[in-house]
Structures are given as structure tokens and as C-alpha cells.
């Protein structure tokens, strides 16, 4: 204390106050970084395979900071930790076994949802409750009444979701779109979109288990937590290694694995985002293939869903034909056409880059709060076009549905088709 009574500070400890701070260039947003407050938060649930493809687009952005990992697996937790690190240059990436307490982190924006198809809807549901936005693969939904509660659960919330359909995103897929939104086509009159192909998903899942196996430990697989809403069958280890398509408990068969993709893009090129066919006819084979499903709209637009004849186009493959012309793609990047519309063949050859171009469209709208290309309602739509679809092959009778009630009219065992049971404590309210 001086004379007056005043404190006085050492000047050792005054030159360390008086000192510059020095701040970091990142923080700032300097050289070329972006700053804090400009960041995303992300974080994952359930990344494999196709997860990780995902990831690389998220990481690719300069204004993403993958935060944790949550997954059911220990194995995967430790890869996708490790994957973030590395691209971080840090240790900073979490890992949970349980979802609710990555729900519970206030400092995440977004969640990357890329689990197995019987988690989808749920996990979307409860991260938006949550708070977070939500990038999730698709199937987006197991059944009609999933995908009608996933959009009504959006609308609600008003959060941002984008389905994994990121063939809205591919520049061929757009370019062919647009084409049909210009005229270019004359007056659109029937859709073409492809099937998956039946050697390797067949249109029909089975409802047989795999052999029982030895339960590993919690600690390595939560076996329980894998399984979540689904209904309960004994451990076998080829699950857990994408070994699930196929089995009605996980999957919805060849046609929501393709037509999620391919019937989504018929919507989007007709302007039925917000609609559903009113009458689907089922073409079942005696074999496995060929097979097919006919797609009738209230506007009279037809829509074929075919595993067969897109020689040359790739996967994911649709036709648009109009009374002037037709154009059709796939996953090969060519553009085809008919001879009347010869000047607008193209070939693009940046068809991976679609997924980068989804999740730069969904992170855009994060910020924006608009709605992105693959929304919750049209992601809804699209599925219930495809759960109708597979309604009517199990059943193998043509069937009439009513968009404005998600309902089948004329056949009570097609309702009851409609949604499933959830396993105990899991459910959509």
C-alpha cells in the first residue's frame, strides 16, 4: 500500500498486465482460418462405411470442428477419434457409448447421423429435441408412419435436417432436373427410376436370424443399444459388420435402397416434394429379377421403378420423358438423350463430389436456418412413395393410397403395413 492507502503493483506483475495479448491468427480469422464464432460444431452417431465418406465432406470444410464420436462400438469409436485427430492436429475429439450424453454437450451444432437404417428416424427425432441439427443417411425411415412423424417432428422444431440423398447435389442429377424445369422436355408425362438391382438387394427381405454367437463385452459392443428400437434376436458378429441389409428387422429391401435415391429424384424433378403416388402396381417375377413397380400421381404422372435396363449409366439411374423428348443419367456422369434434344448431352466427371457439394448445402442452411435440398418433407415423401411400393410387392396386389392420410383405402392388411412396433423403452413421442 502506498501513502494513501492506495494498493501497489509490482512493476514485474504491471509490465506482465501491460503486456500485449497475443492471439492466435485462428481465432481471429486470420490468414485465411475462420473464426471461432463462424464454426460448426459437429458431431457423429454411428459412423461406418458409408459414415466415413461423410465425414471426409464434413472435414473437408474449413468452418467444421468435429467435436465427438458416439457409437455402440468400441472399434469404431477408436477409428473415427483417431480419423478427427489426425485431421486436427489434436485430442480433442470425445467418444461416448451413450447418445445422451452427447446430447447433452451445449456446444454442438449438428449432428451426422449414419447408424444402421432402424435407428434413423429415432436418433433424427431425439437429436433435434436435443436441439442440433441433423445430416442423416438414408433410408431416413423404416416405415409411412416414421417418416410422416420425422417431418412433422422438423416442422415443429424448426431445425435444419438433410437426408443423405446427395444426388439432389450431383451436378448431372441437377442438370437433368433443370432441364425438365425449363420445358426443354415439352410436358412431362412418365419417370423412370432405377430399382436396386436384385442379384445383390433383392426387393423382399427376409425374416430369418443369423446363428447365435457369443455376446462380447458391453465395454466392446453394446449389443443392446445396437439393436435399439428393433426388435430383439441373438448377437452374430456379421451384423455388426454391415452384414444387416437384407433382414426385414434392419432393412426395407431393394426397393427403399435404391428408390430413396431414384424416386426422391423424379420428385424433385416433377415438383412432388409434398405429394405420394395414389395408386402402386407391383410386377413380382417368379425369380428374384426382373421386377418393377408402377407409380401413378393425382396430377396423372406416371413413375416406372425398374432394377432393370440402365446398361451403362451406373447406379442410381432416372429418366425423364417428356411429349418433346426424353433425357435420362446415373451415377456414371453421362448424360443421355433422345435425338430431339441431341444438343444437351453431357458428361460430367465429378459425380463424388456430389456428397461434398450435400453437406456444404446442409451446413449453408445450419447457418441460414433455410431449408435444404433434401429436407425433412421431401425426404418424407419420397420414402412413403417407396414404403407404399414395398407394401404393395409383399402383398403383389395393385393398391390405391391417399397422400392427404398416408392410408391405403381400399385394404386394411396394407394399413397395418404402415408402421411397426418399437422395442421397449424406444419410442417416436
Avoid at 62 to 88: L, M, P, T, Y
Avoid at 220 to 225: E, G, I, T
Avoid at 235 to 241: M, P, Q, R
Avoid at 368 to 390: D, K, M, T
Amino acid at each position: 500500500m502506498d501513502t494513501l492507502g492506495r494498493a501497489v503493483v509490482p512493476r514485474r506483475q504491471m509490465l506482465k498486465v501491460a503486456a500485449p495479448l497475443i492471439v492466435p491468427a485462428s481465432a481471429l480469422g486470420l490468414a485465411g482460418a475462420v473464426p471461432p464464432s463462424d464454426r460448426i460444431n459437429v458431431a457423429g452417431l454411428g459412423i461406418g462405411g458409408r459414415g466415413e465418406r461423410d465425414l471426409e465432406s464434413f472435414l473437408m470444410q474449413d468452418d467444421v470442428q468435429f467435436r465427438a464420436i458416439c457409437d455402440a462400438r468400441n472399434e469404431r469409436r477408436e477409428a473415427i477419434k483417431s480419423k478427427v485427430d489426425k485431421h486436427h492436429g489434436n485430442n480433442d475429439c470425445a467418444m461416448y457409448a451413450d447418445m445422451y450424453e452427447l446430447w447433452d454437450r451445449k456446444d454442438i451444432d449438428a449432428v451426422l447421423i449414419a447408424t444402421g437404417d432402424r435407428w434413423h428416424t429415432l436418433l433424427s427425432i431425439l437429436t433435434a429435441k436435443s436441439g442440433k441439427d441433423v445430416y442423416c443417411e438414408k433410408p431416413c425411415s423404416m416405415t409411412i408412419a416414421e417418416s410422416r412423424a420425422l417431418a412433422d417432428t422438423y416442422q415443429r422444431l424448426g431445425r435444419v435436417y438433410q437426408a443423405g440423398t446427395q444426388r439432389r447435389n450431383g451436378t448431372n442429377f441437377e442438370y437433368c432436373i433443370n432441364l425438365v424445369r425449363d420445358g426443354k422436355l415439352g410436358e412431362l408425362r412418365t419417370l423412370h427410376a432405377n430399382a436396386a438391382p436384385g442379384e445383390r438387394y433383392t426387393p423382399l427381405t427376409t425374416h430369418d436370424w443369423l446363428p447365435a454367437e457369443p455376446e462380447p463385452p458391453k465395454s466392446v459392443v453394446d449389443w443392446d443399444r445396437w439393436l435399439g428400437p428393433a426388435p430383439w434376436r441373438p448377437y452374430n458378429s456379421l451384423y455388426v459388420k454391415s452384414r444387416w441389409r437384407g433382414y426385414f428387422d434392419f432393412h426395407g429391401g431393394g426397393i427403399l435402397e435404391w428408390g430413396s435415391h431414384t424416386v426422391d429424384l423424379c420428385h424433385a424433378a416433377a415438383g412432388l416434394d409434398e405429394t405420394a403416388p395414389v395408386l402402386l402396381e407391383p410386377h413380382r417375377p417368379a425369380g428374384v429379377t426382373p421386377y418393377s413397380v408402377d407409380f401413378r400421381y393425382a396430377n396423372g404422372l406416371d413413375l416406372v421403378l425398374r432394377d432393370t435396363g440402365w446398361e451403362g449409366l451406373g447406379a442410381c439411374a432416372v429418366r425423364f420423358e417428356g411429349d418433346e423428348g426424353w433425357v435420362q443419367t446415373g451415377d456414371a456422369g453421362i448424360v443421355e438423350t433422345s435425338d430431339s434434344l441431341q444438343d444437351y448431352r453431357k458428361a460430367f466427371n465429378d459425380a463424388r463430389e456430389a456428397t461434398t457439394r450435400h453437406v456444404r448445402d446442409f451446413l449453408d442452411c445450419v447457418k441460414s436456418r433455410a431449408e435444404p435440398r433434401s429436407n425433412a418433407l421431401a425426404a418424407c415423401q419420397a420414402h412413403i412413395a417407396c414404403h407404399a411400393a414395398y407394401i404393395a410387392f409383399q402383398l403383389g396386389e395393385e393398391l390405391e393410397f391417399d397422400p392427404a392420410t398416408d392410408s391405403f383405402p381400399s385394404s386394411d392388411e396394407a394399413n397395418r403395413m404402415r408402421s411397426r412396433a418399437m422395442r421397449e423403452p424406444w419410442r417416436l413421442a
